[in-house]
C-alpha cells in the first residue's frame, strides 16, 4: 500500500515562491533604475563595495558577493570598459589583481540617487521592517548554506 501524496500548499503561499517573486519585482525595480546609467544590478553591486572602499582585489569583491571570481569577473571587465574601474596586477603578486575606481567611477557615485532608499521606500515597509526582514533573510540564508555544506 502506498502512502497518500503530501497536500503542499498552493504555490502563492509558500515560502519559496514569495522570496522568488520578490526578488523578480526588485530586481526589475532595479533595473528600471538603473538603466539611465547603462549599469546592470550586480554591476552596481560592485560599484557601491569599491565606494565603500576602493583598490579590492577581484576574490575580495567575489567573497562579499557571493560570487566565484569567474563570474565577477566578466561584470568588472564591463564595468572597466565603460571607464568606471581600472584593473591592475598588484607589484607584491602578480596573481591578484585590483580593482579601482576611475574619475569617472567616483563621480557616478554622486550621479546616481539613492537608489537604494528610493526602492525600499515603495515596499511599504517602515526602516525597522526592512532592518528586521534583512536580517531574518541573511540567517536563512547562512543556515541553507551550511546545511548545504554538510
Given at each position: ?64 558577493l557571493l560570487l566565484e ?55 511599504g515597509l517602515s526602516a ?23
Amino acid at each position: 500500500m502506498s502512502d497518500p501524496p503530501i497536500q503542499l500548499p498552493p504555490v502563492e503561499e509558500q515560502l519559496c515562491f514569495a522570496l522568488y517573486s520578490t526578488a523578480m519585482e526588485m530586481a526589475r525595480a532595479y533595473k528600471a533604475a538603473l538603466d539611465p546609467f547603462s549599469l546592470t544590478y550586480p554591476q552596481y553591486l560592485v560599484l557601491q563595495l569599491l565606494w565603500q572602499m576602493d583598490g579590492q582585489r577581484i576574490g575580495q569583491l567575489a567573497t562579499r558577493l557571493l560570487l566565484e571570481p569567474s563570474t565577477i569577473t566578466p561584470l568588472i571587465k564591463r564595468l572597466e570598459k565603460s571607464g568606471l574601474v581600472v584593473r591592475t596586477r598588484e607589484s607584491s603578486d602578480e596573481r591578484q589583481v585590483l580593482v579601482r575606481l576611475t574619475d569617472k567611477g567616483r563621480m557616478l557615485q554622486s550621479v546616481v540617487p539613492c537608489i537604494n532608499e528610493t526602492l525600499l521606500a515603495h515596499t511599504g515597509l517602515s526602516a525597522q521592517d526592512v532592518a528586521a526582514l534583512t536580517q531574518k533573510l541573511q540567517n536563512m540564508r547562512q543556515v541553507l548554506s551550511e546545511s548545504s555544506r554538510s
